[in-house]
């Protein structure tokens, strides 16, 4: 092996603020662009960038009051007597009462789980 006398060093992290952080990824959401070109360009790692993306998402959904996929669940012994003005899921004995505002994609998750509980 030849030795040309280049050392082999590690790279420095560069630390960035969070708007500095923001910034770049909102670049990575231009037409056009992609994480890889946008991570070369500020010199670091395409995984990194993936990382701060997947927290900005994370934070915005957070902030917009969406959970992380757990719902609020009340169990009764008897059903309650009171006419109900939303979504029913009644598979044998097990009743699931969800809101009329609740997503299609939570509904059908849950209907997907119940059907594989039998």
Same mark, same amino acid.
């Given at each position: 092996?030849?030795?040309?006398?280049?050392?082999?060093?590690?790279?420095?992290?560069?630390?960035?603020?969070? @708007?500095?952080?923001?910034? *770049?990824?909102?670049? %990575?959401?231009?037409?056009?662009? %992609?994480?890889?070109?946008?991570?070369?360009?500020?010199?670091?790692? @395409?995984?990194?960038?993936?990382?701060?993306?997947?927290?900005?998402?994370? #934070?915005?959904?957070?902030?917009?009051?969406?959970?992380?996929?757990?719902?609020?669940?009340?169990?009764?012994?008897?059903?309650?007597?009171?006419?109900?003005?939303?979504?029913?899921?009644?598979?044998?004995?097990?009743?699931?009462?969800?809101? #009329?505002? %609740?997503?299609? #994609?939570? *509904?059908?998750?849950?209907?997907?789980?119940?059907?594989?509980?039998?």
């Amino acid at each position: 092996m030849l030795d040309d006398g280049a050392e082999v060093s590690r790279r420095r992290p560069v630390l960035r603020t969070a @708007a500095e952080r923001a910034a *770049i990824v909102a670049e %990575t959401y231009a037409p056009g662009a %992609t994480v890889a070109g946008v991570a070369r360009k500020h010199g670091m790692s @395409a995984t990194r960038l993936s990382t701060w993306r997947t927290t900005a998402r994370r #934070k915005v959904a957070r902030d917009e009051g969406q959970t992380s996929g757990f719902a609020e669940i009340a169990v009764l012994a008897t059903p309650p007597p009171s006419p109900f003005d939303g979504i029913e899921i009644i598979a044998g004995s097990v009743t699931v009462r969800l809101p #009329k505002s %609740t997503a299609t #994609k939570r *509904i059908a998750n849950v209907a997907r789980h119940l059907a594989r509980q039998g």
